[in-house]
């Protein structure tokens, strides 16, 4: 089982809005809400450039930025994180059943280390974050990073996102992928399956979705 993080299993990406608006602010503009949807499921360097180029500011240091928003959220993770409906449960069964299970997150080590005391730290065999692939989503990259590590196929893993972008890294990795949208729909596509939040999904049903993903 492969699961993203922010906006699947924790909602997370509120907390994010909350200091990428805090950051354009202090930055002397108004991040536009496009852009902050653009930003969802990006990685940090993308989404340090999007806030640029929303501000007009292209050639603004990213790395003062990058310090900033980091400390911003890694207080606001500490106060705790919100699970998605069904969320919790899913892991709780997972993890009872001893299914090999990995958080595939393109947020940075130090963030997931803050939200691992929400998730809990024996919920994954392996964490793979965003400052740790040199390619990150929409690549297959963090998917595939995450089957090796867990030491199985990728066309035997499930791979659970909420964003398009995360979506399309899942779907090309070549895993079953299971979309459960949050703050973006999602269009249809072949092979991805949606439900509208995890209430519901158990072992089984995600037995199935494995048993569709390509050999």
Avoid: N
């Avoid at 922010?6 to 990428?20: H, I, M, R, Y």
């Avoid at 536009?32 to 240091?61: F, N, T, V, Y």
């Avoid at 595939?104 to 997931?112: C, E, H, N």
């Amino acid at each position: 089982m492969l699961f993203d993080m922010d906006g699947t299993l924790v909602d997370s990406e509120k907390v994010w809005d909350v200091a990428l608006h805090e950051l354009a602010a202090l930055a002397g503009g108004r991040l536009s809400h496009p852009a902050r949807l653009a930003m969802i499921g990006s990685s940090m360097d993308q989404s340090m450039r999007i806030l640029r180029e929303d501000l007009g500011q292209p050639d603004r240091d990213p790395g003062p930025d990058v310090v900033w928003i980091e400390q911003r959220v890694y207080e606001l993770f500490g106060s705790g994180l919100v699970w998605r409906p069904g969320a919790r449960e899913l892991l709780a069964e997972v993890r009872a059943a001893g299914v090999p299970a990995a958080l595939v997150t393109s947020t940075g080590r130090r963030l997931v280390e803050v939200a691992l005391e929400t998730l809990g730290r024996d919920s994954f065999d392996v964490t793979v974050c965003g400052d740790e692939v040199s390619r990150a989503k929409p690549d297959p990259a963090p998917y595939l990073t995450a089957a090796e590590l867990l030491g199985v196929p990728i066309a035997g893993c499930v791979a659970i996102e909420d964003s398009p972008t995360g979506v399309a890294s899942a779907h090309a990795s070549g895993a079953a992928v299971l979309a459960v949208p949050c703050e973006l729909p999602l269009a249809p596509l072949d092979g991805v399956t949606q439900r509208d939040s995890l209430r519901g999904v158990d072992l089984a049903f995600l037995a199935r979705l494995a048993a569709t993903a390509p050999a």
